[in-house]
Nanobody, 122 residues
C-alpha cells in the first residue's frame, strides 16, 4: 500500500514556474514507477509525465516537453514536477500516481493522491 500526498500547487502568472511535490508513504516507494497526471474542468484526466523507479527513464506528453521536468528522490520518498514557462492551458488539478509499469495511461497506475490545483493566469 502506498499513500500519496501532493503539494506545491497555486496561482501563478503565465510564464511563471511552480514545483509540485508528491510525498509517498511506505518503504517500497523506490520500487514504483511514478507518474503525474492532470485534469482540467470538463476534461478527462490526461498523462503529463512519468519516471522509472531509478529515475533512468522519463516520458512526457508533447505539450509539456521542454517546459516540465519530472524527478524523484528515493531517499525522501518524493517525486517532483518542475513546471516552467507555464501557460493558461496548464491550469488543472495535478495528481501523482504510483504503478508497476512505465505507462502513459491512468488505468495503469494503482495508487493516486488527492491532487493539487494549479491555476495559470494569462
Amino acid at each position: 500500500q502506498v499513500q500519496l500526498v501532493e503539494s506545491g500547487g497555486g496561482l501563478v502568472q503565465a510564464g511563471g514556474s511552480l514545483r509540485l511535490s508528491c510525498a509517498a508513504s511506505g518503504r517500497t516507494f523506490s520500487s514504483y514507477v511514478m507518474g503525474w497526471f492532470r485534469q482540467a474542468p470538463g476534461k478527462e484526466r490526461e498523462f503529463v509525465a512519468c519516471i522509472s523507479w531509478n529515475g533512468g527513464s522519463t516520458y512526457y506528453t508533447d505539450s509539456v516537453k521542454g517546459r516540465f521536468t519530472i524527478s524523484r528522490d528515493n531517499a525522501k520518498n518524493t517525486v517532483y514536477l518542475q513546471m516552467n514557462s507555464l501557460k493558461s492551458e496548464d491550469t488543472a488539478v495535478y495528481y501523482c500516481a504510483a504503478g508497476e509499469r512505465l505507462l502513459t495511461r491512468a488505468a495503469g497506475y494503482d495508487y493516486w493522491g488527492q491532487g493539487t490545483q494549479v491555476t495559470v493566469s494569462s
